[in-house]
């Protein structure tokens, strides 16, 4: 289960994909694991009658194990102080049977967020009649929704399950030890995928090039516990890996060959931008997917400003600043025929100067 703490909550979700604010359903009998973090300050998750206490922190994953023995409801504070409402950051550990907590944890009905707000989920029960009913549904699962989010995002196009991608492929990397380029190895854990996804310089797998974006501060907790929970399903050491394991080798990625590009009509540029372009380029990870050798899952760029562009949709295009710029903020308008809609969405991630920066460094990559 994951467990999110903020000023003044507390928001669990289940693998299910159930959520509950300031509540905890648990079955009797079983060994439970809570992955914990928090949105804003320390928090501490507190069970007086189980005896145990787990600080909450911000910017990092804490766990915590227990098993209950004896149904009931049972108090659930912060023990921590948080703030000026800190005295009703409470909740309620509900303790089930096994067939109660099952039934519970099936039971749809509204779909409960982190920030507190309820939103009705709803699924199709009758669509082949003149008049359709909608009933209540459950959340998607964790590890689904981390899959719909990971293929959204564009992380499939590089991290390849088979391998061969320019990222490593990551079946079977949770609880495996890594090998980093600096020689070193670290334990795949939930702090390691954290890490690896938020702040991707800062650990990176022998054999592959520092070019993953960066993500931290533009996806949520939740999204982050959503990945998470994807990448551990994908690995058979699931959540109880072992300290000492083999490791996950690296597949490295073809050697590039080199694949002509049609002449383009080219234009001038702002030499100053595109150099501040050049070097956010590399920091996004574009250089990734959009290789000059023309063989990345993106297309190549150089040579491309007021070319002609076929489409997906058939039709083409001049591929001018207005169109760039399009494809930066909304990569999914206009996708060039013969590549998949992987690239992230970057509509109110960059700056008006970081987009037109970007601009003028692909206006500048001339044959």
């Not at 994909?17 to 648990?26: A, I, P, Q, S, T």
């Not at 490791?247 to 590009?261: L, N, R």
Request: glycine content about 10%; aromatic content about 8%.
């Amino acid at each position: 289960m994951y467990v999110i703490g903020k000023q003044w909550m507390w928001h669990v979700q289940h693998a299910n994909g159930k959520r509950e604010n300031n509540e905890l359903h648990v079955p009797i009998g079983q060994p439970v694991r809570l992955i914990m973090t928090s949105q804003d300050v320390i928090h501490s998750f507190y069970i007086p009658a189980f005896r145990i206490k787990q600080d909450v922190l911000p910017g990092r994953y804490t766990s915590l194990w227990f098993e209950a023995t004896k149904p009931g409801e049972y108090h659930l504070f912060c023990a921590e102080y948080c703030g000026t409402e800190h005295s009703l950051m409470i909740g309620t550990v509900i303790v089930m049977s096994l067939n109660e907590y099952q039934a519970w944890l099936t039971t749809p009905g509204d779909v409960i967020m982190p920030d507190g707000s309820i939103q009705a989920g709803q699924v199709l029960l009758n669509p082949n009649t003149s008049g359709p009913q909608l009933g209540p549904s459950l959340s998607d699962p964790m590890a689904v929704a981390g899959e719909q989010l990971f293929t959204s995002l564009g992380c499939a196009g590089c991290h390849v399950e088979a391998g061969g991608g320019t990222g490593p492929s990551l079946r079977n990397v949770f609880g495996y030890t890594q090998t980093l380029a600096d020689g070193s190895t670290v334990l795949a854990d939930e702090n390691y995928i954290r890490t690896s996804i938020l702040t991707s310089m800062k650990q990176i797998v022998q054999g592959y090039q520092p070019v993953m974006p960066v993500y931290e501060g533009q996806i949520s907790d939740d999204q982050l516990n959503q990945l998470l929970a994807y990448i551990v399903s994908i690995s058979n050491r699931g959540g109880n890996a072992p300290a000492s394991v083999p490791v996950a080798e690296p597949q490295p990625s073809p050697a590039p060959t080199s694949v002509p590009a049609p002449p383009s009509a080219g234009g001038p540029f702002d030499a100053d931008l595109a150099t501040k372009g050049e070097q956010l380029f590399n920091n996004l990870g574009c250089v990734a997917c959009h290789q000059d050798s023309g063989l990345g899952l993106g297309p190549r760029l150089r040579g491309l400003y007021n070319r002609q562009v076929a489409l997906a949709d058939g039709s083409s295009i001049t591929a001018d600043a207005a169109y760039l710029q399009e494809s930066i903020l909304n990569s999914a308008a206009k996708v060039v025929k013969d590549y998949n809609p992987i690239m992230p969405v970057y509509q109110g991630q960059l700056k008006d100067d970081e987009v037109r920066q970007l601009v003028e460094y692909i206006k500048s990559l001339t044959e």
